[in-house]
């Protein structure tokens, strides 16, 4: 992480995304070791799981989203990936912030959305854009 980061900056990051839209119940950034740095929940919302829970659930979302680098150059680079549940959809967006030729930061947004939300639209329509917009944040 560069040290221009601070965590009011990804305070603003989760608050802004969160109102992108009325479907998204939570949103945490998290670094390429998967520690979570911060997380912002939907006002009055019972999360579904507990903080020591969603601690893990970010290190597992890092870890699946690292093994999927492995076939870039067959499919390109992941630009998020989706999971539906019972209760919640969640997603895991990659934040590449290139830094030099040799060395890049890595964010993941991890994200949950409410069970009938239309999750692929609501990412590339309103999150992507909002990430390309304000990269400067996440450095």
Known sequence: MSSHTTSGN???ICNEIMNLNESIRFVGVVNNLGTLLVTA???KLIPLMTEEETKNYAMQAVLRAATREDFVKKLG???HSIGTYNKVIRATVPVIIKENL???TKFYLLLSFDIDANV???LENELLSYIDKNLELFN
């Open 102 to 104: 040799q060395t890049q």
């Open 41 to 43: 929940y939907r006002e």
């Open 10 to 12: 990804f305070t603003r």
């Open 77 to 79: 680079k992941l630009k």
């Open 120 to 122: 692929k639209d609501i």
